[in-house]
């Protein structure tokens, strides 16, 4: 089965913190995405990525960051952390850019920015 | 702008009974539509995937229709037990390929005894 890890499932950090949410998959996809979400609002898309050293800009990327330097790494950065920052983190991969292929979800990080 | 919409409103049925779910989008022709569970604090799990030429989808006790004309997917699940119950999340590619899913924001379904 294809496993999805994010390295923390809680996280809580101080205002103007750096914070590094960590995510591996183990089953070589090529890509690679992180959301967010928040009730009421549902998955937004952060960043994603189609290869390595690749990064696209998904639908909220103000904040946050990324980095692929392998192919089965994805981290999301946020370099000064605020409140507003606070939510639930998901990252999930998938096979191909078809559109056809399912998407594997971690587990998710709940992050709390004090 | 592009717009899923996904009924918010918590839908509870009794066992044994059908649970059908709505899926509206606006502003797109999608080449396909998937369905994700998600249960509390855990990420979303796939569960079905629809093409556009294909009007019907089954899988055990679920169904998926897509219907183009109307923008809109109903998923179905038969014979629903209290283990059914969950959030369930309709997700397209607003953009025309590379799998990039934007997501709704999901109906809340209770099964009760």
């Known amino acids: 089965d294809v496993k999805v890890t994010q390295s923390s499932r809680y996280l809580v950090k101080r205002t103007g913190e750096k914070v590094f949410l960590e995510c591996v998959q183990d089953m070589d996809h090529e890509n690679m995405f992180w959301y967010r979400q928040d009730p009421g609002l549902g998955l937004r898309l952060i960043y994603f990525?189609?290869?390595?050293?690749?990064?696209e800009k998904g639908d909220i990327p103000e904040g946050y960051s990324v980095s692929r330097e392998k192919k089965e790494r994805f981290s999301l950065i946020l370099e000064s952390a605020s409140t507003n920052q606070t939510s639930m983190y998901l990252c999930?991969?998938?096979?191909?850019?078809?559109?056809?292929?399912?998407?594997?979800f971690g587990q998710g990080t709940r992050l709390t920015v004090v | 702008s592009q717009k899923i919409e996904q009924n918010s409103e918590a839908l509870n049925i009794q066992e044994g009974k059908t649970a059908t779910l709505t899926c509206n989008y606006t502003n797109y022709s999608p080449a396909y539509l998937q369905w994700y569970r998600q249960d509390p604090g855990r990420g979303p799990v796939f569960l079905l995937l629809i093409r556009e030429n294909e009007k019907e989808k089954r899988k055990e006790r679920l169904k998926v229709t897509f219907d183009t004309t109307l923008k809109q997917s109903l998923f179905h699940i038969t014979a629903s037990q209290p283990a059914d119950s969950a959030t369930y999340l309709c997700?397209?590619?607003?953009?025309?390929?590379?799998?990039?899913?934007?997501f709704g924001t999901g109906t809340q379904l209770k099964v009760e005894l």
């Open positions: 997700a397209l590619d607003l953009t025309g390929g590379g799998n990039k899913l934007t």
């Open positions: 999930a991969s998938s096979n191909d850019r078809s559109g056809l292929s399912e998407a594997f």
């Open positions: 990525s189609y290869d390595v050293k690749m990064k």
